[in-house]
């Protein structure tokens, strides 16, 4: 008893002070997520897909040429302050401290942009965090990967001119736009106006307070306006009830297209029938039939070993967008290690290196499995978003259909934005941009 | 057998009225500032001040501004977040456009308008008390978001209303080390509990108890009302703004207007009720409990589960640990439902006649 005691102690005090004993060939990944609270659905389902493909490169590959990934969780319960305490805490641990932070909270990635620039330590916010972080020269540290919500919303008006039957045809339509009301809805108005501009339609935003569970008023505002399309910018609970509350006050579902984050089954399966017809935007495909998935089931799920509590979970949009956060955290390493040295712990000066010069081709895609799970990814220092794709899913009440092909987002518009935005920034902080 | 304070005699005035009667108190108090502003700094990691002391400490100082409010002058107020909210934007709002003021007149000023809007929104006090004041500051709680979300000029017209706070920067130095920005919370912390130990022994702080106690009484003799309430919601959203403004600047560094919802006051309100009603110490005492015991857990059942090998599945434990929380809570509200600072006079209490209590 005393010694587990004693153990005990010794373990807390290690745990308060943030150090674990040093040990080579380990590669730290810190798990800071969440797994209870409103927003449980992504964090667990997101952390699970990601550490169920650690656990497949451990299991089947020995690690990264040899590295095995680690990791810790870390309950940040999606609260600023706690993502912060997580973050202090996971930053030093492993032979060579935290690799990369995916922190899943577009306001926790806000808190760490100055932290993890000055410890040196990449900040992956995939598909959510600050947009004008995807220009390198001002952020970087700062990695807003795949599609970041300017460029997702200039492919969903993309999107929306297709249906109309070209772009040309936006004239005078009206598009709501109905949003989460926090940092991360109102991320998207400024493009939102931009392309209103350029199109000619008329685009109102209409607030919905955080959680987001009593919309009745904004749909009788959105019945008063009859508008053509209405874009849902929603996050957790807010989505089945958007669509539970359009059901009611009968506006068609076929034109209401959602953020990828109200685009996994979590966000549709309580709306009932209510959600038939529906459209999403995904920067990730569903199912298991890609040999990456079907590996992890082999070897992970086989083996008792599978994060996801309830199996049916595994291949669902939360859980393959977490498998994506895996494939390019370790390419990321991999990458890295091509040229710091293969077979040792990468610091994270030198997987920013890697992040950076990440280059997963159709080829490396197909190597992986995962063509079809993702698109094709590749970043410089100026560009640190890389893919800009979107496709587009229709539920059909039973599953998500995808309706579209990699639809490409307009950088006309969004770059100029991100550069004029990151520059705005870089005067404030009295930042020199690097020269790319 | 230490702690007593026989033979301690008092030949003047000035002795009689000191803030520590007792010479181990003074000794304790000085060792405990001495521990804070220089061991604390050399000793602790990064972890350790930037992730868990300093943001002990501004919530310390909003729950010692709730308790001037609650504690000591009895009237009940939900919108604890919201002037910590006001301190935070207009501090950065000082900093943004009158450069020239400095950090430390910036955190002054953002907390005399924080104190502002207090008054306002303080001024249903004098009708109305309890249960139906806390309603009535909820609506304090509400407008103020509100503003600050919808109106562009608090957040320099920021998309996503999230606002990056400056540099700290006084006479030159930068605060930017974790030890620097602790020692900087630290000593507004600290000056300011002085201030309110003492407001709290002055003609004001009586005031203000009398009214508590009985306000028709407090009237009867003498004691104005409006004057009273209104200087009490002012004095408790200065100290409310100046954490805010700490919130803001020391710790997160980046602040967004959700940050400061209901579910924080609520907090803030649950440390001045655990802590201690009526009492400083208590303040922090609360703040340490709310803030720190949940990351406690954290740590000891991930240490638990490591030393154990016990395969558990996080979402079980992150679970457990908000009911042991709740748990706790009610432990200690039944034992002693004045709260902790209670039972640290109990302990001290004992301590005078420790070890011959007959």
């Known amino acids: 008893m005393k010694r587990t005691t004693f153990a005990l102690a010794l373990a807390v005090a290690a745990g308060f002070s943030g150090t674990a004993l040093a040990q080579a060939k380990e590669q730290f990944v810190p798990a800071n997520g969440y797994w209870v609270g409103p927003y449980a659905p992504g964090g667990s389902g997101i952390f699970g897909g990601m550490l169920d493909y650690f656990k497949l490169i451990n299991e089947r590959d020995g690690g990264v040429n040899g590295v095995k990934l680690t990791w810790e969780k870390c309950e940040t319960e999606y609260n600023n302050a706690r993502g912060v305490e997580c973050y202090e805490r996971s930053k030093n641990k492993g032979p060579t401290g935290a690799t990369v932070i995916h922190p899943l909270s577009t306001g926790i990635t806000y808190s760490l942009i100055e932290k993890a620039t000055a410890d040196k330590i990449p900040v992956i916010s995939m598909g959510y965090g600050r947009t004008d972080a995807s220009d390198g020269r001002v952020f970087p540290y700062i990695f807003p990967l795949i599609t970041n919500y300017w460029s997702q919303n200039t492919a969903k008006i993309k999107f929306i001119g297709q249906k109309e039957g070209g772009m040309d045809k936006l004239k005078g339509k009206k598009i709501v736009n109905l949003y989460h009301d926090s940092a991360y809805g109102k991320e998207t108005i400024p493009v939102l106006d931009v392309q209103a501009k350029k199109y000619g339609f008329q685009v109102t935003h209409i607030a919905v307070p955080h959680p987001g569970n009593e919309q009745q008023s904004q749909w009788l505002q959105i019945r008063q306006l009859r508008p053509d399309w209405v874009i849902l910018r929603g996050w957790g609970v807010m989505n089945p009830t958007a669509l539970k509350t359009a059901a009611r006050s009968g506006f068609p579902r076929e034109k209401i297209l959602g953020v990828w984050w109200s685009g996994a089954e979590e966000d549709v399966i309580p709306a009932g029938d209510a959600a038939k017809g529906y459209y999403a935007a995904a920067f990730n495909l569903p199912g298991t039939q890609h040999p990456a998935m079907k590996d992890i089931l082999k070897y992970v799920y086989g083996k008792g070993q599978g994060e996801m509590d309830d199996k049916s979970r595994v291949g669902s949009i939360y859980h393959t967008r977490g498998v994506v956060h895996g494939i390019v955290t370790v390419e990321a390493i991999r990458t890295a290690q091509s040229k710091f040295g293969k077979g040792k712990p990468m610091t994270g000066e030198q997987i920013r290196w890697g992040i950076e010069n990440l280059n997963i081709d159709d080829k490396r895609l197909k190597a992986l499995g995962a063509t079809d799970l993702m698109q094709p990814l590749k970043l410089s220092c100026k560009d640190h978003e890389g893919g800009g794709a979107v496709k587009f899913m229709q539920w059909d009440g039973r599953k998500w259909n995808v309706v579209s092909g990699w639809i490409e987002s307009d950088q006309s518009i969004v770059r100029p934005m991100i550069e004029e935005s990151a520059a705005a920034y870089a005067k404030e902080k009295g930042i020199t941009p690097r020269d790319c | ?358």
Not at chain 2, 71 to 98: C, D, E, I, K, P
Not at chain 2, 133 to 141: G, K, N
Not at chain 2, 304 to 325: K, P, Q, R, W, Y
Not at chain 2, 338 to 354: F, M, V
Request: charged share 10%.
């Open chain 2, 1 to 358: 057998m230490l702690y007593r304070e026989a033979g301690q005699f008092k030949s003047t005035y000035a002795e009689d009225q000191q803030i520590f009667p007792i010479r181990q108190d003074r000794i304790a108090v000085a060792l405990l500032l001495a521990v804070a502003f220089v061991v604390v700094p050399m000793v602790a990691n990064q972890y350790w001040l930037s992730a868990i002391l300093t943001p002990f400490l501004i919530f310390a100082l909003a729950t010692l501004g709730l308790n001037i409010l609650t504690g000591y002058a009895g009237q009940l107020s939900l919108g604890t977040a919201a002037f910590m909210a006001v301190g935070a934007f207009m501090a950065y709002n000082f900093v943004l456009r009158m450069p020239w003021l400095g950090i430390i007149p910036s955190f002054i000023l953002a907390g005399i308008c924080a104190a502002a809007v207090g008054i306002v929104f303080g001024l249903p006090s004098l009708r109305i008390k309890g249960f139906y004041l806390a309603v009535a500051t909820l609506a304090c709680q509400f407008f103020v978001l509100w503003a600050i979300q919808r109106i562009g000029w608090f957040t320099n017209d920021s998309a996503t209303g999230v606002i990056t706070a400056q540099t700290v920067e006084i006479l030159g130095y930068t605060f930017d080390t974790p030890q620097s920005k602790y020692l900087l919370t630290l000593g507004i912390v600290a000056v300011l509990a002085l201030l309110a130990k003492n407001l709290m022994r002055s003609e004001t702080g009586r005031a203000f108890m009398a009214v508590r106690d009985m306000d028709v009484a407090a009237s009867v003799i003498g004691i104005p009302m409006m004057k009273t309430k209104l200087l009490a919601f002012a004095i408790s959203s200065f100290y409310c703004g100046v954490a805010g403004a700490l919130y803001a600047y020391t710790y997160l560094g980046t602040v967004e207007p959700e940050a400061f919802t209901l579910d924080l006051s609520f907090r803030i309100l649950f440390m001045v009720i655990i802590g201690g009603v009526g009492s400083i110490l208590g303040s922090f005492l609360g703040a340490a409990f709310i803030t720190l015991l949940p990351i406690f857990l954290n740590v000891l059942f991930g240490a638990a589960s490591h030393t154990f090998g016990l395969d558990i599945s996080h979402a079980i434990v992150s679970n457990i640990e908000l009911m042991i929380f709740g748990g706790l809570i009610i432990f200690f509200l039944i034992v002693e439902p004045h709260g902790l600072a209670r039972l640290w006079q109990i302990a001290k209490e004992k301590l005078r006649l420790w070890p011959f209590p007959h």
